[in-house]
């Protein structure tokens, strides 16, 4: 006698399987492009911030803030 004939309901339990995984890689797909979209969304801030950046004024490196300022005389 064949083993599989002799367990009633292998076949639901393989369609239950094969379901399971297909669910399983339905969210690994939706995980990866969850993922994909916040790395786009981050990337896109960076270059936005990156472009920005020369409007802001930089902080003085430690050698630029130890040099004495050179004062600007008021001309009268």
Do not use: C, V
Not at 20 to 43: C, D, F, M, T, V
Request: glycine residues 4%; charged residues 45%.
């Amino acid at each position: 006698m064949n083993d599989k004939q002799a367990r009633p309901g292998w076949r639901e339990r393989l369609a239950a399987d094969i379901e399971a995984g297909r669910q399983e890689q339905k969210r690994r797909i939706e995980n990866i492009e969850a993922e994909h979209l916040n790395y786009e969304r981050r990337l896109r801030k960076f270059k936005e911030a990156r472009g920005l950046s020369k409007y802001i004024p930089r902080e003085p490196t430690a050698i630029e803030r130890s040099q004495p300022r050179e004062e600007e005389e008021p001309e009268w």
